[in-house]
């Protein structure tokens, strides 16, 4: 069994739109059209069960549309219709922020998504952190980006150090999962900062430019039960990353956790 614990997909209407846009800014390559069916076809030819999407607002106001399209991909799953898991989508900037949240505690969504960058708010900030307090309140996952964001160019709002801020703040938080093993392109500090914590990592988009002996080194300090198999489609490929999780001959059990059994107990499935 395979859990893909980050990807993205867009409404029918507004998916090559915008997959088009973000490739152009990253200068990356999809892999699927960005839709739901081009999802679950990459699913399937990849040997992927599961896949949980987390939709990214860019701004408060998109708060409604994202909500309403996530909720009925929930529905589907819950009656077992599709794999395709959402997490909901959050802003910094939404007014009533407690109100979101007890809308999306009661539509059923297992977490929510952030992303530093993209919403000007560093993870650290004081609403960055009133967000996270929210989530732990109502025992919700929150995804964040963490690291280099390839189609940004400012300051990374989501570091190491500042993450460690963040938790400080917040009194702990054990359903945190930072993007991009902790934080894209910036191991040396993962390593040395956040490994060992109790928090969690995912794989998404990076493991085709790490190599082994990080991989395994972060692996070892931080633990094979806090590591999430993630692919970020349509930026990567679902089957190349499973391989190359492979690649890196984990006991049996090891690959187990972080392929499935990890995402398994967090969703509580
Ligand atoms: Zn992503």
Known sequence: MVI??????????????????????ASVKPYSDGTLSGLLKNMEDSGVNISVTLPVLTKPTQFES????ASEVLSNFKNGDTRILPFCGIHPDIEDLEGAFIKIKKAGFKGIKIHPEYQQTFIDDPKNV???????????????????DNAYTGEVRCTPKRVLNALDKLGGYDKLVLAHFGGNELFDEV???????????????MLKNIDKAMFIKILNKHGEDKILFATDSPWSYALSDINIIKSFCLPVDVENKILYKNAVKLLDL
């Open 4 to 25: 893909d614990f980050h990807t993205h997909v867009f409404p029918d209407k507004i998916a090559s739109k915008t997959v088009d846009a973000l490739a152009n800014s």
């Open 66 to 69: 994202v909500f309403n399209f």
């Open 130 to 148: 009133k967000i996270l307090s929210l989530a732990k309140k109502h025992g919700l996952i929150t995804v964040t980006h963490a690291g280099v």
């Open 191 to 205: 390593y040395n900062h956040l490994s060992g914590l109790n928090l969690y990592f995912d794989t998404a988009f």
